[in-house]
């Protein structure tokens, strides 16, 4: 039985049990990953400050994020198909994230319905949307939301086209995966990943499939997402969405501050400085390396999150020290679900907060709204570090 004592060893457990394809599927960028290996690398250029003789004795990481009480200022990411990387993932990961008194973010392109996690939850979750070409649908999406007592809803405006992830097209991805010869071979030595696939009903976009007009089955999604992105999406469409919504508004996947002053023009209440997790425009900057200059731009007038490349608590202490007032986690929440289930989303948000909360006490902190850039080694002048590769 392997200890698990971070992030890391759960992703390595993660690729033992779950098939290649849907393991691919979340350790993977766009292109040469440039960008998806940023994200983790900037985190390992900043040093930190440590402080002693400070009364360190009682220590809090409880603030709010967009006005949501949070025990700390982390967020689980809209992931895709999560539900594919444990069977019923999107109700496992919510609850899990309900104990631990932090926002689950349901993504559009879930396998659990908004529906579904709502009956297997009681605190309100928050709904991820992706702006597609039926306005209907999405319309009734945000409806569907609202019915669903979603407290925020996340407007995602960088995937407007996607991505090309490599591994992907060379796995053939689908959901369910088709029952090639090499899919079944890679599965016969997945058996837990499959027994509990097996016992679940849920494996397909539940969000989508019988509500959209022309997709009662997986065939027709697959042509139905590729149809339905839309390059079109601006921010008169952002305002669109605000109204016909209606509530707290979170506008993810900001990368330079001239996007920022315009997202924080609409009104809404937080903006998330995000590249996907390098899944989109690679050579993109790391979402780190960007935050400083945001911050900067629009702190004053909007909640400022980041996510990508997170992999501990040291790395949320490092975002918030660089002026983010909340992050999200993708893949570490992941490969958490990927290797234990519900309990391994339990363990993978106990060591980030152990590890942040140690790591503000190690720098002479109490409380967690109080980190800013004085908790880094020789303050701005230590980012950007000079790079080492
Ligand atoms: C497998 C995978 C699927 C994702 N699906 C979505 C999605 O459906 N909607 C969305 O807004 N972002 C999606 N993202 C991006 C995440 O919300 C988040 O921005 C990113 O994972 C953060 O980087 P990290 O994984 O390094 O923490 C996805 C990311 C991964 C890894």
């Not at 935050?291 to 992999?311: H, S």
Request: a negative charge; one cysteine or more; aromatic letters at 6%.
């Amino acid at each position: 039985m392997t200890v698990i004592t971070n992030i890391e060893d759960l992703r390595v457990l993660y690729k033992k049990r779950v098939p290649k394809m849907f393991y691919d599927y979340a350790d993977s960028g766009s292109w040469s990953e440039s960008t998806y290996r940023a994200n983790e690398r900037d985190f390992q250029r900043i040093r930190l400050r440590q402080r002693v003789a400070v009364n360190i004795e009682h220590r809090t990481l409880a603030t709010q994020m967009a006005g949501v009480p949070v025990s700390m200022p982390l967020a689980l990411a809209p992931v895709g198909l999560t539900g594919m990387q444990w069977a019923d993932g999107e109700i496992l990961a919510a609850r899990a994230a309900e104990r631990a008194g932090v926002p689950f973010i349901l993504s559009t392109m879930s396998i659990c319905s908004i529906e579904d996690v709502a009956r297997h939850t009681s605190s309100p979750f928050w709904f991820q949307l992706y702006v597609m070409r039926d306005r209907d649908f999405i319309g009734r999406l945000i409806d569907r939301a609202r019915a669903a007592a979603c407290s925020a809803l996340v407007a995602t405006l960088d995937l407007q086209i996607l991505g090309q992830r490599h591994k992907d097209i060379k796995n053939g991805l689908t959901t369910p995966p088709r029952p090639t010869l090499k899919n079944l071979l890679n599965m016969a030595t997945k058996p837990s990943w499959c027994a509990a696939m097996l016992g679940t009903s849920r494996r397909g976009f539940g969000n989508i499939v019988g509500h959209a007009e022309g997709v009662e089955n997986l065939t027709s999604l697959g042509q139905w997402s590729a149809e339905q992105l839309d390059p079109t999406l601006n921010w008169d469409d952002v305002q669109w969405i605000r109204e016909r919504w209606g509530g707290r508004l979170i506008l993810k996947g900001i990368l330079c501050a001239e996007d920022a002053l315009l997202a924080a023009e609409t009104g809404a209440d937080a903006i998330v400085v995000s590249n996907h997790g390098g899944r989109q425009l690679d050579g993109a900057p790391s979402a780190l390396e960007v935050l400083p200059e945001i911050v900067a731009e629009v702190g004053d007038r909007i909640e400022v999150w980041m996510d990508g490349g997170i992999r501990s608590g040291q790395d949320v202490f490092k975002a918030l020290a660089l002026g983010a007032e909340g992050t999200l986690i993708g893949r570490a929440f992941v490969y958490g679900l990927g290797a234990m289930g519900e309990a391994g989303v339990d363990r993978a948000l106990e060591i980030i907060r152990n590890e942040l909360d140690l790591t503000m006490a190690f720098c002479g902190l109490t409380d967690v709204q109080s980190i800013d850039r004085q908790a880094l080694w020789h303050g701005s002048k230590s980012w950007p570090a000079p790079a080492s590769d």
